[in-house]
């Protein structure tokens, strides 16, 4: 299940709510799996990046942005900040690596 713009679904930034939360909490159980984008970490539910085995981390406009990834994945802002147009960090569990999408 692809969820864009989720900050628009997220209510807070604490505990995802309603069906979006239940997905996120028991849709491995019946293999139910969400991609979910969004623009700024700061404005969806804490639940989302917490929750994830695979994490996708682009671009961001504004170093605060790269800090709060830091803080939520570990992947350290100093590799987030430099990232220009199509690079990306892919992470896995506790472990990541860049990357460049080609057209």
């Not at 969004?38 to 406009?61: H, L």
């Not at 960090?89 to 472990?95: A, C, N, T």
């Amino acid at each position: 299940m692809i969820c864009d713009e989720v900050a628009e679904h997220s209510h807070t930034t604490g505990k995802a709510t309603g069906y979006h939360g239940k997905l996120l909490r028991l849709g491995r159980k019946y293999n139910i799996h969400t991609i979910n984008m969004f623009q700024r970490g700061q404005e969806v539910s804490k639940t989302i990046i917490d929750n994830c085995q695979y994490a996708c981390v682009m671009m961001p406009k504004a170093d605060d942005s790269a800090h709060y990834i830091q803080r939520k994945t570990g992947i350290p802002a100093s590799e987030v900040i430099p990232l220009a147009k199509l690079e990306y960090i892919l992470q896995d569990g506790k472990q990541w690596k860049k990357g460049v999408i080609h057209w």
